[in-house]
T-cell receptor
C-alpha cells in the first residue's frame, strides 16, 4: 500500500461547523489530491496540490479549501459543513503531474457525515 | 470536457467464467486510462493503465484491458473470475501531457457467484 494516512477516518459533525481532514504521505510525492466519492458519481476531484503552497481547484471545489505547508501534508477544510458534503473523502498522491507512466495512489478514505 | 461512462451498474458472473467490465471515454487528444478496484470500506487500488504502446494492457491479479481508439473504449477483462474478484471497479481517463486531473466513471459492481 502507498504510504498515505488519512485522519480522521470517521467523523460526524453538525451543519455549520468547520471540519478539517488531514492527509499525510511518506512517499515524498510532489502531487497530492482530494477526491470525494458519492454513489453514481464515481470520484470527483475537489482540489489538488503540485507543491508546497501550490494548489488548484478541481471540478467540485465550492465550499472547500486546502493548504499544503509541507510536502507530506495536505489539509482539506470545510469552512461551514453542509449536509451535501456528507461523503467519503479520499486523499491521493502521484509522483509527477505529467503522466508518462505516472499513477495516482489512494488513501483509505475518510467517512464524513454532516447532520 | 472529458467524460467516462461505465454503462453497467452491476455485472454478475459465475466463478470460472470470463469477466468483462465495460468503459468508454471521451478525452481530447491522446488519453491515458486507468482501472481501479475498491473493496468494501477501503481505498481504490490500482489495477492497470494505458499510456501508449500495445493496445492490450496486462495488470494485477490476472486482469487485462484492451484499448480501442476507434471505439473509444477500454474494457477490463479477466479470463476466469474468482469469488474474491467481487468488488467495485472504476475506470478513469485523463489527457496526456497534462496535469493529473482524472475523470472517473460511476463504477461497476462485480459479483462473482460460486
Amino acid at each position: 500500500d502507498a504510504g498515505i494516512t488519512q485522519s480522521p477516518r470517521h467523523k460526524v459533525t453538525e451543519t455549520g461547523t468547520p471540519v478539517t481532514l488531514r492527509c499525510h504521505q511518506t512517499e515524498n510525492h510532489r502531487y497530492m489530491y482530494w477526491y470525494r466519492q458519492d454513489p453514481g458519481h464515481g470520484l470527483r476531484l475537489i482540489h489538488y496540490s503540485y507543491g508546497v503552497k501550490d494548489t488548484d481547484k478541481g471540478e467540485v471545489s465550492d465550499g472547500y479549501s486546502v493548504s499544503r505547508s509541507k510536502t507530506e501534508d495536505f489539509l482539506l477544510t470545510l469552512e461551514s459543513a453542509t449536509s451535501s458534503q456528507t461523503s467519503v473523502y479520499f486523499c491521493a498522491i502521484s509522483e509527477s503531474g505529467r503522466t508518462h507512466g505516472n499513477t495516482i495512489y489512494f488513501g483509505e478514505g475518510s467517512w464524513l457525515t454532516v447532520v | 470536457a472529458q467524460s467516462v461512462a461505465q454503462p453497467e451498474d452491476q455485472v454478475n458472473v459465475a466463478e470460472g467464467n470470463p469477466l468483462t467490465v465495460k468503459c468508454t471515454y471521451s478525452v481530447s487528444g491522446n488519453p491515458y486510462l486507468f482501472w481501479y478496484v475498491q473493496y468494501p470500506n477501503r481505498g481504490l487500488q490500482f489495477l492497470l493503465k494505458y499510456i501508449t504502446g500495445d493496445n492490450l494492457v496486462k495488470g494485477s491479479y490476472g486482469f487485462e484491458a484492451e484499448f480501442n481508439k476507434s471505439q473509444t473504449s477500454f474494457h477490463l477483462k479477466k479470463p476466469s473470475a474468482l469469488v474474491s474478484d467481487s468488488a467495485l471497479y472504476f475506470c478513469a481517463a485523463g489527457r496526456q501531457a497534462a496535469v493529473n486531473k482524472l475523470t472517473f466513471g460511476g463504477g461497476t459492481r462485480v459479483l462473482v457467484k460460486p
